[in-house]
């Protein structure tokens, strides 16, 4: 099947129209590539001449203070509650647990324990006279538990609040002292 010379015609100009505007493209796309190139040698010399030294100024002077400030105050505060639970938590909760334990030791002697005996007999037998039937307890031992129980927890709730409480403002620097000589006259 043949093409007529009017379709031919129009085919060569249609190609020939076709490898103009890929030449055309190719043209444009090598300079916009040409233009990226330059904009990025551009870009990085700014980067490299501008921004590098401000963001290194800010750095220097605004973020490297805030963390050593933050870093030092961690410290700080980490020293004053280590030095706080060593000198105030500790004694305390050492105290109320040698108390309890103080305790649980007098329950233990002899005397005491004849003492809550009498007691004990003295208070059925008065129950019995009155026609008052005692139920029977666990003994003081239980209620010795919950003294120490309390004691304890008393303790540890103290030492917490001494240690927790702000009481900055109450601390007075020690102001070196100076002696007269005229002042140790006076004491002599």
Request: hydrophobic share 40%; glycine share 6%.
């Amino acid at each position: 099947m043949g093409l007529s010379r009017k379709r031919q015609r129009e085919l060569k100009r249609l190609k020939h129209q076709a490898e103009e505007l890929f030449a055309d493209q190719r043209e444009v796309l090598e300079h916009a590539g040409q233009v990226v190139r330059d904009a990025s040698r551009q870009a990085a010399n700014y980067a490299r001449e501008e921004v590098t030294p401000r963001v290194r100024d800010t750095f220097e002077d605004r973020v490297k203070p805030v963390v050593t400030g933050g870093i030092s105050a961690t410290r700080s505060a980490a020293h004053h509650t280590r030095e706080r639970i060593t000198d105030d938590v500790f004694p305390a909760v050492t105290g109320a647990v040698g108390s309890a334990l103080s305790f649980l030791e007098l329950a233990k002697h002899p005397e005491v324990r004849s003492a809550i005996e009498k007691v004990r007999k003295s208070a059925t037998s008065v129950g019995v006279k009155a026609g008052i039937v005692q139920p029977k307890s666990s003994g003081p031992g239980k209620y010795i538990l919950i003294g120490i129980g309390v004691v304890a927890v008393a303790g540890i709730a103290y030492a917490a609040w001494q240690t927790l409480r702000a009481d900055d403002d109450l601390w007075i620097d020690d102001e070196p002292e100076s002696i007269d000589e005229a002042s140790i006259d006076d004491v002599h």
